[in-house]
């Protein structure tokens, strides 16, 4: 039933246009024909234009007889100086259309390019919920990793340049125009990234699964929520991906050329993407904000660290969602909820082991003393803390990265 002052109501956005498969690449010459553009920006790095992947996308503009600038200066962690910089180079060129060719960190930068571009604000006062003043250039994304669901999602997460902070921008206006996501742009991604992604996915499906229900949140008529909380068609695409990722995770680790298990964890992303865009994520990235911004640590690695030790804090009240998870990720059943959802638990930490990947927060650097500080500023982000499935005092963060220490 819902709680008081709640709302018997969800709601779910998505991008216009996804599309889907190998050799998917190709479907842009259509696009932007009928778009009718002259001028693209493409936002990307400079090692995927040396693996070709550049080319790859400029060859259907070409043949659509769309111009093409490319910015090839993303960084991993961009900050808010580099999205002013492509800004700058979109006052110049003055594109009609824009791309983002890369993993989570170019196509946020491209999303906070945009918005720089549309209007002439500090980029520091975008940080937050429902600061993007309106409508957007059409963006089209294409990922080139398996993890960030960027392509899907209203999110973008960037350092702020005057702080050194990460710090994330919600805004349903960053929702790109169309994702076009072909698995095969994701053969080339070295083992280490792979894992990271995984696990980046693998906690985004897992935290919009458990997120509390959408009837226990109350509406905002001003502005809407960030979040939904969970709500049916949310579950769905979160149990799909996380399906996949216990059916295709190991198996592309173990051989990067299985063609069939990038395209699972490919499309594994992009459903945690559309599950987590919508109902929210949680605790695990609360804390994982902060880790990340004083380690510098990938936000996979920093994810992979967090998400054990965060379920086992909603246990035992969690149990039955999370052996659900269990069941959806292929851990074998178990007649006692909670004996599957500690298995649950300890399957995503052999994952992790077996991806090689830091278990604990000590091999990225830390040290008990700055614990305290980091559930300080991770009980700052209420935005986040409230979809937890599980009531959070800030002692609670401490216990949690003192169990990942």
Avoid at 68 to 80: A, I, L, N, R
Wanted: hydrophobic share 45%; proline share 6%; aromatic share 6%.
């Amino acid at each position: 039933m819902p709680v008081q002052d709640g709302r018997n109501w969800w709601g779910f956005a998505c991008v216009p246009r996804i599309v889907f498969g190998r050799g998917s690449v190709a479907a842009l010459e259509g696009m932007i024909k009928r778009r009718g553009s002259q001028r693209a920006l493409l936002v990307t790095d400079a090692t995927l234009c040396e693996l070709g992947l550049v080319d790859r996308v400029k060859e259907p503009l070409r043949r659509a007889g769309c111009l093409v600038e490319v910015f090839d200066e993303g960084k991993p962690e961009p900050s808010t100086s580099l999205a002013a910089s492509v800004a700058m180079l979109a006052a110049s060129y003055r594109p009609d259309v824009w791309l983002a060719l890369g993993g989570g960190s170019n196509m946020d930068l491209a999303k906070l390019a945009c918005v720089l571009s549309a209007y002439k604000l500090p980029p520091a006062s975008l940080f937050g919920f429902d600061t993007v003043p309106g409508p957007l250039p059409p963006l089209i994304c294409l990922p080139t990793t398996a993890g960030t669901g960027s392509e899907v999602s209203h999110a973008a997460v960037l350092r702020n340049h005057q702080t050194g902070q990460k710090g994330g921008i919600v805004s349903e206006y960053l929702r790109p125009t169309a994702a076009v996501v072909d698995p095969s742009f994701t053969d080339s991604c070295p083992r280490e990234l792979t894992a990271e992604c995984g696990m980046d996915a693998l906690t985004h499906a897992i935290e919009a699964a458990l997120a509390i229900p959408y009837n226990h949140l109350s509406d905002d008529t001003d502005h809407g929520l960030a979040y939904e909380g969970n709500h049916p068609l949310g579950s769905m695409f979160a149990q799909r991906a996380i399906e996949n990722i216990g059916a295709c995770f190991l198996r592309v680790l173990a051989d990067g050329q299985d063609g069939a298990a990038r395209d699972g964890m490919a499309l594994a992303s992009t459903l945690a993407g559309l599950a987590f865009s919508s109902c929210g994520v949680s605790l695990v990235h609360a804390l994982e904000y902060w880790v990340g911004s004083k380690y510098g640590c990938p936000h996979g690695v920093g994810n992979a660290i967090l998400l054990p030790n965060v379920l086992r804090f909603y246990l035992p009240e969690c149990a039955d969602r999370i052996a659900e998870v269990g069941a959806w990720l292929g851990v074998l059943a178990d007649k006692d909820p909670l004996i599957q959802a500690y298995a649950t638990v300890e399957t995503i930490e052999r994952l992790r082991r077996r991806a090689g990947l830091p278990e604990r927060l000590s091999q990225i650097g830390a040290v008990a003393e700055d614990l305290p500080g980091l559930a300080r500023a991770a009980a700052t982000l209420q935005r986040l803390i409230e979809l937890a499935p599980k009531k959070v005092r800030r002692k609670d963060l401490l216990c949690i990265l003192e169990a990942s220490l």
